[in-house]
């Protein structure tokens, strides 16, 4: 073989078809025409036979109206298993294409009315199934038969795929060769052959004023689209007085496992420190529904999902007065009851929880306890007739409200460990302060600003923990000298 029958370059244009020789033969003959298509491409091959034949000889193309690129879009399969078997839902989606032409545009200014479609329609099911974005699609192909004998469907290989979509987006795979090196393809026949091709941009540059003025549409569309969704949002957004801190908390009571009894439920409220304040109308406290528990592992777990929304102001103290007190914190405290058929209630246990001082997710969960008697009348009467040991005051699980000494003793107190509540927070903070620029921040003129967009609580901790941490060590070190060592040096000093 000469080396020009085994080398071929071929420019190709986006949808320009390319005849193989097998189309050819078959596009000749007028019995194999039936549909407006078939009849298009006889003509074009009568008109291409006049003109001196195909310039093409191995390299040749299906466009997006060919009946192989809608054979090609269905027989694709989700593994390279040989022996894959479709599943229901592969079978069901070769039915819906994406390269639908016939769909109406959607103005981009009009919204959505119907958000839930309640007797959806078959063809809207097909529609909406999948992200319905229409697609073109382009195949380039090689004719890899033994030489002279082209024309043959099992030597026919894909040599790159070209797809646009709505969005232009334009996908091609393989990529293009570049510095990669060409693509090798191995063919089963007579002789085992390796072919190689690579595939190169062809396309012209774009000149400096028409990427301009592109630059100049999307600008503006993009500036637009920003008016657009401003003009959705709205701008009287409510901002905090100065010195005043916003805190936005979405709750969810998640679940409660490891208690004794089933049927349990949580009754919360959340406690104001002082300079913390609340709407008339909003509800710090509330029920969860009773929830029966399963089994998961070890622990019985009941799943409450029980979610509440919470809305608090902090307001700063008088900048004048020094020393600045840390803000505290709001608490969340609860108690876990059980309720059986009966209608006997039971104390399972008793928490708290101090609202994060971080904006952001947390996922808490609270260790509970519960108050105990001694003796089994106690656990005879929590057992046969309900009831059990209950606080008066919830807020005796942390300090109490009516507290005013200066410590508290709980010597006497029996309680026993039970369960625990898991708590997902999403806290949000909101206030001027966290618009300053780093400059002001950095004068400390009010807590907000030690805040810095977080309490400074957790890192006021932090450092009296390492503090503490390092001096124990120093104790720890002073106490494994030898004596003399020590009161030598102190004689020396």
Known sequence: RSPEDEEEEVEVG???KLFSQFEVDLYLNESACQTPLDWQYHEEIQKLEKAG?????????YT?????TNL???CQKVTDLDHEVPSYLVERMA??????????PVEASSLKSKIITWEPSEEFIKNNHVINTPVQTM?????LGPYGKLGHKEYENVLCTIKVDGNGVITVKPDFSGTKGPYQIEVDGEKREVWEYTIENASAQVQPEEEEREQRVFRDLYGRHRDYLSGLVGSDFEMPLPGTLRLFMNGEIVSAQGYEYDNLYVHFFLELPNQWSSS?????????QTCATKTVGWDKVAYFCYPFTVEMFYTQEDEGVFPYSLPQWPVLYFEVLSLDFWQRYRVEGYGSLVLPACPGVHMLTIPTWRPVDLGTVAEMRRFFIGGSPELEDLTYIRTPSTFKGKRLSRFGFRTQTTGSVTFRLYCLQQSKAFLENSALRQRMQSVLDRMGGCS???????????????????QEARESLPQDLINTSASTV
């Open 456 to 474: 400074q609580q957790s890192s006021v901790y932090n450092v009296l923990e390492a503090f503490q941490r390092a001096r124990r060590r120093m």
């Open 53 to 61: 034949g195909r310039k093409n000889c191995r390299i040749f193309t």
């Open 72 to 74: 090609e879009e269905l």
């Open 139 to 143: 195949y380039i192909m090689g004719d």
């Open 14 to 16: 986006w949808q320009e």
């Open 64 to 68: 997006d109206h060919d009946r192989f």
């Open 280 to 288: 008339p109308f909003q509800q710090l406290s509330g029920v969860t």
């Open 95 to 104: 039915n819906v294409r994406r390269r639908r032409q016939d769909r109406r």
